[in-house]
């Protein structure tokens, strides 16, 4: 007797790319920017998200979506800096987040009362490349306490992001990372990267991404 063989995950992420779609439709009509944020766990990603939204919410209007593997902890650290509901993503185990839990969590906020919409991934530097989630564009979290081949190790999401944000400068002073070799990995990648440099815990530290977030507001992620 004959076999057939049935590739799923080949189904699995036809599907995800085709509810990618709804999720990318509904915000361009709403003129929502969304960018997916992703990184190794560790990064910065929600110490990121907590100083943007304390020092930008009374500006702009954001909207987060935020995973994880087991807890709600990142959605409720952020909570506490924005009146707007938190979407918190729970994946059980699922090392990222797909575009059903977007396109679920994005039917409650009203997009016409939001400027720009951040995903907040699950940390891991691998599944999530492969994963569209309906975003305009992925940014890559890139904390000085990683190796500076981080880029050649990982590719495809170098390969895949708009702008790499390296996170903690702070810390140069007492881990043996040189910027300008970590930012030629990651343009050796990909060329067009956009490089964003910052310290959550500085005063000045968030001003480059500040500068890149309004800039997307202001012009909208090209589409």
């Known amino acids: 007797m004959a076999v057939r063989t049935i590739d ?24 929502v920017p969304a960018l997916n944020l992703v990184s190794s766990p560790g990064a910065g990603k929600t110490q990121l998200l907590e100083r ?8 702009l209007a954001l909207a987060v979506v935020t995973g994880d593997v087991q807890t709600q902890n990142d959605a409720d650290r952020l909570a506490r800096h924005t ?7 729970v994946t059980h185990g699922a090392c990222h987040l797909d575009a059903r839990q977007v396109l679920t969590a994005i039917e409650a906020i009203d997009l016409a009362a939001t400027d720009l919409l951040f995903i907040e991934n699950v940390g891991n530097l691998v599944c999530p490349a492969n994963w569209d989630l309906g975003e305009d564009a992925k940014v890559v979290l890139f904390s000085v306490t990683e ?5 050649v190790k990982y590719p495809t999401m170098f390969e895949r992001a708009r702008a790499v944000v390296l996170t903690k400068l702070d810390l140069l002073p007492y881990v043996p990372f040189q910027v ?3 930012v030629a990995f990651a343009l050796q990648v ?12 500085t005063p000045d530290g968030m001003a480059s991404w500040y500068g890149f977030v309004r800039s997307l507001v202001r012009v909208g992620v090209p589409r």
């Open 147 to 151: 190796g500076e081949d981080k880029p």
């Open 83 to 89: 009146d707007r509901l938190v979407q918190a993503v």
């Open 8 to 31: 799923v995950r080949e189904r699995v992420m036809a599907r995800n790319d085709e509810i990618a779609g709804q999720v990318r439709a509904r915000l361009q009509a709403a003129q």
């Open 190 to 201: 990909n060329p067009n990267l956009e490089i964003v440099r910052t310290s959550a815990l």
């Open 180 to 182: 300008d070799r970590a």
């Open 52 to 59: 943007t939204l304390a020092d930008l919410g009374s500006e």
